[in-house]
């Protein structure tokens, strides 16, 4: 699904951040319905908004799983928060952090960026998405 399709190279001729891959690439394989203004809205995301702050892929999987989970308001779902919990603690035990900060210092490389922390959120996500069929 969305791993596998990170994995194939999806949005590097676009040059998407990792906010934008994982909110572009989740309405494609999860058939959100999300259309371009709204697919906008990823991408000041990116390198934990911009500051390293809380990673980008992860804040964009936010986005998808309230797509997904919220009907109309977040105090309206008794899943948002539940599976967004899920989601901080299954990346914090793969990737020992959620700030951007230490996941470039510590995955980031020059010639794929940030490609490996992107797939996790991915793969991750996808594991989600699939429990909650």
Do not use: P, W
Not at 21 to 48: C, D, Q, R, T
Not at 101 to 124: P, Q
């Amino acid at each position: 699904m969305l791993k596998e399709l990170i994995e194939g190279g999806f949005g590097n001729v676009e040059d998407y951040n990792c906010a934008e891959k994982i909110l572009y690439g989740a309405n494609k394989v999860y058939k959100l319905g999300l259309n371009k203004e709204a697919m906008k809205l990823a991408a000041g995301f990116g390198g934990g908004m911009g500051i390293e702050s809380v990673c980008g892929a992860l804040t964009a999987s936010v986005m998808v799983l309230s797509n997904k989970y919220v009907e109309n308001i977040a105090h309206e779902s008794d899943k948002i928060k539940l599976i967004n919990q899920q989601l901080f603690r299954k990346f914090l035990e793969e990737m020992n952090s959620i700030q951007c900060s230490y996941l470039k210092r510590t995955y980031r490389r020059e010639d794929i960026g940030c490609f490996h922390v992107i797939l996790k959120a991915a793969e991750i996500l996808d594991s989600l998405m699939e429990e909650k069929k």
